[in-house]
């Protein structure tokens, strides 16, 4: 083995390095010399700071690439990771602006402290090819996101929210390291390469099988895939907005890229299929029953919703579905739809919790109803509200409708007969189809419902219009011109050689 | 410069949100002025393209990584099409002019429909053309459950979903027919060409024929047309009725009947009594036809005779499309153009002249207005347009239906027969409405309406003059429409169709 050079990891690590100080940073300056201002002064501070931090990272990212392999596959550089790091960077700062306007918390520096921390979790994670590495940063990640979900303090929803995250993701955290240690055993490695090698063989080891079991259910939790949702929802509704937005967006980026690492690398062996009716043993029919699943319990459930929140709750449900299908396809075409499809899905999901923040504030509550007339008080924030839902939905010139299209074509075009995986498209398609009903409905309360009688003035903060309408904008342009997006992500892969 | 028709629709929907709170004037001049000027650029075109072929109008890599192109371009099919959304579009402004509410946001709806309608009948790449085609259901949904009457919401919802589902079809078989042929382009051309196995054609034409089709208004599949046409706004329902309709029609002939020739071929064995899916869709128009006519004799609301009216003669379209000789292919691209034009101009009549005045749509309650003498000319338009939908002479519905009957007759005898009846029915229902509606004796005294009834505006007149005159000059010189329309028809693009069950 060679020894360790801690110089070469202290520069590998170093976006990370930089999030964390500027975490410390963030935190001291809180408590040192605004504990006595205004709480929107103290978010407004240490939300520009944490931003400027993560600008920097990106800067450090940017300005000085590397490709290297440490130890193993424990620190990973190459142009693709970095992506996938700037993209993470990007929607915390996103985030971190819709906190800048909040006031549910007095412990504004802890706030931005886990927000950064929970950042540097995803970096990591992202950023490794060995259990050990994945596990810990995962859990950072998790620990991070449950104490972030609880920070309304004042509100009960937020701790039944935090509660439910909480003992729900330990018992997956559980599941998940269950099947790290039986790969492990039976592979010496914690190297994902080296048991992909060790998993090779024609019949299915039965530790391998468990270990894919309990893996899938560990990951399907991080992604909200069914039916290890239950506590998307009352996470979604109850945790406050910047958290929600956080959970929703970057976290999902974070998840999905290494479910596909674990499972497109580590189980290379131990593949199966999920050709209709033939599934055979391995770990891609048990993801096909999965998307399945989540693709028609996510839509057909938000049908009935009543709060935006949970609406979104159960769409991101939907969402896990379709995404799974590029896992199930695991091609680097599809890695690259992948990619292209939780961006531009976190874009617009972070828009949408960025209005329902403002609109909550105003009138007290997400229900569907709040939004009542929308477009009459708040035009800037309605119509880019529809952008988010209408990308959401599929409809083109937006962004999501790209990735659907790109995202489906490379599912059909993964097995050599394009009729393996076709049950999956169409089930896809045909229930985007059916969630054109609930994304309508929020548009219709906005703009054909009337505003309610009684209805108040309504204050849109001009920081959030700039946000929402920024985000807005880029998921027209990355719908108009995907190739924006598109050809980073496929240069990037081709260059990581995955 | 045809291109621009898109552009400058998109560019007056969003010059219409910039405009100033409460400027309805304003408004409705802008929406006039862009669907002239758009109309303008679409009869330029027109008169300048006289062989009808397959002409580029753009291109440029969209997203060369999966060899999309934003290519435009337009035959003799597309710009017969461009030229009645052209005048569709002016006709429906100037019927528009009573809207008050939310007049620019109405407006912007309006263009964007209009622009997303010329991009898909321009649209050379699928992909492109998939893109418009979705685009149309957003504005569409908006300008009935907005401003729409009865049930709005409900139809509004309908017909959205019912659009959705349809081209939720045909993106299927498009991702599926890219991905066959390698997924290396989505040109039109190339994928026509392209030797997709008769099974693959088999299962996918009637999966994107009946996506199409859904907007068409095939039976069974029709029923978010009643519906939609009555709670739309007049202009929507002139649009509804007028291109979007069309849309589906146009996307079965150049989408799925192109792509996917061989799938119109035999099966090889019968199901009761069908041997291949020409024969299933034929007889499924032929029911639309008798089926919508028989529906529009008993109805008691106005605007459902014309919605079913409606249904009816787009399955003289979708049997056209499936007699695929040359006689019933032109035949039902002119009858794209003609119901296009009557049908605006029935809706023209019912919803604005006549619903915006009376508030009321039951014939029963119309009849005792004695109509034809309050509002004299909305009476004679109906009757113009009631014998121009039956079919009668010198009206473009005469040329289109016989064209059509006569390729019937050389494809499918016997449904030709159930056709005739049809066109009786045809006769009945709108003689029935007209009666009821505007020349009933009744016995009792007339009863005035409570309120006299405003005249008939200027832009109403001349709405009306714009869609009889175009219909009369269709009706008498088909040539100006076939002269472009034939040798679109014999164009490479339609090659695969004539080799494989062109008769």
């Given at each position: 083995?060679?020894?360790?050079?801690?110089?070469?990891l202290?520069?590998?690590?170093?976006?990370?390095?930089?999030?964390?100080?500027?975490?410390?940073?963030?935190?001291?300056?809180?408590?040192?010399?605004?504990?006595?201002?205004?709480?929107?002064?103290?978010?407004?501070?240490?939300?520009?700071?944490?931003?400027?931090?993560?600008?920097?990272?990106?800067?450090?990212?940017?300005l000085?690439?590397?490709q290297?392999?440490?130890?193993?596959?424990?620190?990973?550089?190459?142009?693709?990771?970095?992506?996938?790091?700037?993209?993470?960077?990007?929607?915390?700062?996103f985030?971190?602006?819709?906190?800048?306007?909040?006031t549910?918390t007095?412990?504004?520096?802890?706030?931005v402290?886990?927000?950064?921390?929970?950042?540097?979790?995803?970096m990591?994670?992202v950023?490794?090819?060995?259990?050990?590495?994945?596990?810990?940063?995962?859990?950072?990640?998790?620990?991070?996101?449950?104490?972030?979900?609880?920070?309304?303090?004042?509100?009960l929803?937020?701790?039944?929210a935090?509660?439910?995250?909480?003992?729900?993701?330990?018992?997956?955290?559980?599941?998940?390291?269950f099947?790290?240690?039986?790969?492990?055993?039976?592979?010496?490695?914690?190297s994902?390469?080296?048991?992909?090698?060790?998993?090779?063989?024609p019949?299915?080891?039965p530790?391998?099988?468990?270990?894919?079991?309990?893996?899938?259910?560990?990951?399907?939790?991080?992604?909200?895939?069914?039916?290890?949702?239950?506590?998307?929802?009352?996470?979604?509704q109850?945790?406050?907005?910047?958290?929600?937005?956080?959970?929703?967006?970057?976290?999902?980026?974070?998840?999905?890229?290494?479910?596909?690492?674990?499972?497109?690398?580590?189980?290379?062996?131990?593949?199966?299929?999920?050709?209709f009716?033939?599934?055979?043993?391995?770990?891609?029919?048990?993801?096909?029953?999965?998307?399945?699943?989540?693709m028609?319990?996510?839509?057909?459930?938000?049908?009935?919703?009543t709060?935006?929140?949970?609406l979104l709750?159960?769409?991101?449900?939907?969402?896990?579905?379709?995404?799974?299908l590029?896992?199930?396809?695991?091609?680097?075409?599809?890695?690259?739809?992948?990619?292209?499809?939780?961006?531009?899905?976190?874009?617009?999901?972070?828009?949408?919790?960025?209005?329902?923040?403002?609109?909550?504030?105003?009138?007290?509550?997400?229900?569907?109803?709040?939004?009542?007339?929308?477009?009459?008080?708040?035009?800037?924030?309605?119509?880019?509200?529809?952008?988010?839902?209408?990308?959401?939905?599929?409809?083109?010139?937006?962004?999501?409708?790209?990735?659907?299209f790109?995202?489906?074509?490379?599912?059909?075009?993964?097995t050599?007969?394009?009729?393996?995986?076709?049950?999956?498209?169409?089930?896809?398609?045909?229930?985007s189809?059916?969630?054109l009903?609930?994304y309508?409905?929020?548009?219709?309360?906005?703009?054909?419902?009337?505003?309610?009688?009684?209805?108040?003035?309504?204050?849109?903060?001009?920081?959030?219009?700039v946000?929402?309408?920024?985000?807005?904008?880029?998921?027209?342009?990355?719908?108009?011109?995907?190739?924006?997006?598109?050809?980073?992500?496929?240069?990037?892969?081709?260059?990581?050689?995955? | 410069?045809?291109?621009?028709?898109?552009?400058?629709?998109?560019?007056?929907?969003?010059?219409?949100?910039?405009?100033?709170?409460?400027?309805?004037?304003?408004a409705?001049?802008?929406?006039?002025l862009?669907?002239?000027?758009?109309?303008?650029?679409?009869?330029?075109?027109?008169?300048?393209?006289?062989?009808?072929?397959?002409?580029?109008?753009?291109?440029?890599?969209?997203?060369?990584?999966?060899?999309?192109?934003?290519?435009?371009?337009?035959?003799?099919?597309?710009?017969?099409?461009?030229?009645?959304t052209?005048?569709?579009?002016?006709?429906?402004?100037?019927?528009?002019?009573?809207?008050?509410?939310?007049?620019?946001e109405?407006?912007?709806?309006?263009?964007?429909?209009?622009?997303?309608?010329?991009g898909?009948?321009?649209?050379?790449?699928l992909?492109?053309?998939?893109?418009?085609?979705?685009?149309?259901?957003?504005?569409?949904?908006?300008?009935?459950?907005?401003w729409?009457?009865?049930?709005?919401?409900?139809?509004?919802?309908?017909?959205?979903?019912?659009?959705?589902?349809?081209?939720?079809?045909?993106?299927?078989?498009?991702?599926?027919?890219?991905?066959?042929?390698g997924?290396?382009?989505?040109?039109?051309?190339?994928?026509?060409?392209?030797?997709?196995?008769?099974?693959?054609?088999?299962?996918?034409?009637?999966l994107?024929?009946?996506?199409?089709?859904?907007l068409?208004?095939?039976?069974?599949?029709?029923?978010?047309a009643?519906?939609?046409?009555?709670?739309?706004?007049?202009?929507?329902?002139?649009?509804?009725?007028?291109?979007?309709?069309?849309?589906?029609?146009?996307?079965?002939?150049?989408v799925?009947?192109?792509?996917?020739?061989?799938?119109?071929?035999?099966?090889?064995?019968?199901?009761?009594?069908?041997?291949?899916?020409?024969?299933?869709?034929?007889?499924?128009?032929?029911?639309?036809?008798?089926?919508?006519?028989?529906?529009?004799?008993?109805?008691?609301?106005?605007?459902?005779?014309?919605g079913?009216?409606?249904?009816?003669?787009?399955?003289?379209i979708?049997?056209?499309?499936m007699t695929?000789n040359?006689?019933?292919?032109?035949?039902?691209?002119?009858?794209?153009?003609?119901?296009?034009?009557l049908?605006?101009?029935?809706?023209?009549?019912?919803?604005?002249?006549?619903?915006a005045?009376?508030?009321?749509?039951?014939?029963?309650?119309?009849?005792?207005?004695?109509?034809?003498?309050?509002?004299?000319?909305?009476?004679?338009?109906?009757?113009?347009?009631?014998?121009?939908?039956?079919?009668?002479p010198?009206?473009?519905?005469?040329?289109?239906?016989l064209?059509?009957?006569?390729?019937?007759?050389?494809?499918?005898?016997?449904?030709?027969?159930?056709?005739?009846?049809?066109?009786?029915?045809?006769?009945?229902?709108?003689?029935?409405?007209m009666?009821?509606?505007?020349f009933?004796?009744?016995?009792?005294?007339?009863?005035?309406?409570?309120?006299?009834?405003p005249?008939i505006?200027?832009?109403?007149?001349?709405?009306?003059?714009?869609?009889?005159?175009?219909?009369?000059?269709?009706?008498?010189?088909?040539?100006?429409?076939?002269n472009?329309?034939?040798?679109?028809?014999?164009?490479?693009?339609?090659?695969?169709?004539?080799?494989?069950?062109?008769?």
């Amino acid at each position: 083995m060679n020894p360790i050079n801690y110089a070469q990891l202290f520069q590998l690590a170093l976006p990370q390095v930089i999030v964390v100080v500027t975490a410390l940073i963030v935190m001291a300056i809180d408590l040192l010399f605004l504990r006595n201002r205004a709480t929107r002064t103290r978010f407004a501070v240490a939300a520009g700071l944490a931003s400027f931090g993560c600008a920097a990272a990106i800067a450090r990212i940017l300005l000085a690439p590397a490709q290297a392999n440490i130890l193993d596959g424990t620190l990973i550089a190459n142009p693709l990771i970095y992506l996938v790091q700037i993209a993470l960077l990007a929607l915390t700062v996103f985030a971190l602006l819709i906190a800048a306007e909040s006031t549910f918390t007095d412990n504004v520096g802890e706030f931005v402290l886990l927000i950064l921390l929970a950042t540097a979790g995803m970096m990591f994670l992202v950023g490794s090819q060995d259990l050990l590495v994945i596990f810990i940063s995962l859990e950072l990640l998790s620990l991070s996101l449950y104490t972030l979900a609880a920070f309304n303090k004042r509100s009960l929803q937020s701790w039944e929210a935090a509660i439910k995250y909480y003992l729900f993701g330990g018992m997956s955290a559980a599941f998940l390291l269950f099947g790290f240690s039986l790969l492990y055993g039976f592979s010496n490695s914690t190297s994902l390469p080296v048991i992909a090698a060790a998993s090779h063989g024609p019949a299915l080891n039965p530790f391998l099988a468990i270990a894919i079991v309990t893996t899938a259910i560990g990951l399907g939790f991080k992604v909200a895939a069914a039916p290890f949702h239950f506590w998307a929802p009352d996470v979604y509704q109850g945790a406050p907005a910047p958290t929600a937005a956080f959970i929703a967006s970057g976290s999902k980026i974070a998840s999905f890229f290494i479910f596909f690492q674990i499972m497109a690398i580590g189980f290379a062996g131990a593949g199966g299929t999920a050709a209709f009716p033939q599934l055979l043993r391995g770990w891609i029919p048990v993801l096909a029953l999965m998307t399945a699943a989540s693709m028609l319990l996510g839509n057909l459930v938000a049908i009935r919703q009543t709060s935006l929140r949970r609406l979104l709750a159960y769409s991101a449900i939907a969402h896990a579905g379709y995404m799974l299908l590029a896992i199930v396809a695991h091609t680097q075409q599809s890695l690259a739809a992948l990619l292209y499809y939780v961006i531009t899905y976190a874009l617009a999901t972070l828009g949408a919790f960025a209005v329902i923040s403002v609109v909550e504030t105003q009138k007290g509550s997400d229900r569907l109803s709040h939004f009542d007339g929308l477009s009459r008080q708040a035009p800037v924030l309605s119509f880019c509200l529809a952008i988010f839902i209408l990308s959401l939905a599929g409809i083109p010139p937006l962004a999501g409708f790209f990735g659907k299209f790109y995202l489906f074509a490379t599912v059909l075009a993964s097995t050599p007969r394009a009729a393996d995986l076709l049950w999956l498209v169409v089930l896809a398609i045909a229930m985007s189809a059916v969630s054109l009903y609930y994304y309508l409905r929020v548009l219709k309360a906005m703009y054909v419902t009337p505003p309610a009688a009684d209805a108040k003035d309504f204050r849109s903060p001009i920081l959030s219009q700039v946000l929402v309408a920024v985000l807005a904008a880029a998921v027209i342009l990355l719908g108009c011109a995907p190739e924006l997006l598109l050809k980073p992500i496929l240069a990037a892969i081709q260059a990581s050689g995955l | 410069m045809l291109a621009w028709t898109i552009y400058i629709s998109f560019l007056g929907a969003a010059a219409m949100l910039l405009l100033p709170k409460g400027s309805a004037a304003l408004a409705r001049a802008l929406a006039l002025l862009t669907a002239v000027a758009g109309f303008v650029i679409a009869l330029t075109a027109f008169v300048d393209h006289r062989t009808g072929e397959m002409l580029t109008i753009a291109r440029v890599p969209w997203i060369p990584s999966l060899g999309i192109e934003y290519h435009l371009a337009a035959d003799g099919i597309s710009l017969t099409l461009v030229l009645l959304t052209g005048i569709i579009a002016v006709t429906g402004v100037l019927f528009s002019w009573n809207i008050e509410d939310r007049t620019k946001e109405f407006f912007a709806f309006y263009l964007l429909l209009i622009g997303a309608v010329y991009g898909v009948f321009l649209s050379y790449d699928l992909f492109l053309l998939f893109v418009f085609y979705e685009i149309v259901i957003i504005p569409k949904y908006f300008l009935i459950a907005i401003w729409g009457s009865t049930r709005r919401e409900y139809g509004a919802m309908k017909l959205a979903l019912y659009s959705f589902i349809g081209s939720a079809m045909v993106l299927i078989g498009l991702i599926a027919a890219y991905v066959v042929a390698g997924a290396k382009t989505t040109a039109l051309g190339d994928l026509a060409h392209y030797p997709f196995s008769t099974h693959f054609q088999m299962l996918a034409f009637p999966l994107v024929f009946v996506g199409f089709a859904v907007l068409a208004g095939l039976w069974p599949l029709h029923t978010w047309a009643p519906t939609g046409h009555v709670a739309a706004p007049t202009a929507a329902s002139m649009l509804l009725a007028g291109v979007v309709m069309k849309l589906g029609a146009y996307g079965c002939l150049r989408v799925a009947m192109t792509l996917f020739p061989l799938g119109l071929g035999q099966w090889g064995f019968h199901v009761l009594g069908f041997g291949s899916w020409r024969d299933v869709f034929a007889v499924l128009a032929v029911i639309g036809i008798v089926y919508g006519a028989m529906v529009a004799l008993v109805q008691r609301d106005f605007k459902f005779v014309i919605g079913y009216s409606s249904v009816s003669h787009m399955g003289f379209i979708l049997l056209g499309l499936m007699t695929l000789n040359q006689i019933g292919l032109s035949g039902a691209v002119v009858q794209m153009v003609s119901h296009g034009l009557l049908a605006g101009l029935l809706f023209a009549v019912v919803g604005r002249m006549v619903y915006a005045r009376t508030h009321t749509r039951e014939l029963s309650a119309l009849g005792p207005m004695n109509l034809n003498k309050v509002i004299p000319f909305a009476a004679a338009t109906f009757v113009i347009a009631a014998a121009a939908s039956m079919g009668m002479p010198p009206f473009s519905g005469f040329v289109a239906e016989l064209m059509i009957l006569i390729g019937a007759w050389h494809a499918f005898p016997a449904l030709a027969l159930c056709v005739g009846i049809g066109i009786v029915i045809g006769v009945v229902y709108i003689w029935r409405a007209m009666q009821k509606a505007f020349f009933s004796e009744s016995s009792k005294a007339p009863t005035p309406p409570e309120h006299p009834l405003p005249p008939i505006s200027f832009p109403e007149r001349l709405g009306a003059i714009i869609l009889i005159g175009s219909s009369v000059l269709v009706g008498i010189y088909p040539q100006v429409l076939l002269n472009i329309v034939v040798p679109a028809l014999k164009s490479p693009l339609f090659e695969g169709l004539r080799n494989g069950s062109w008769q």
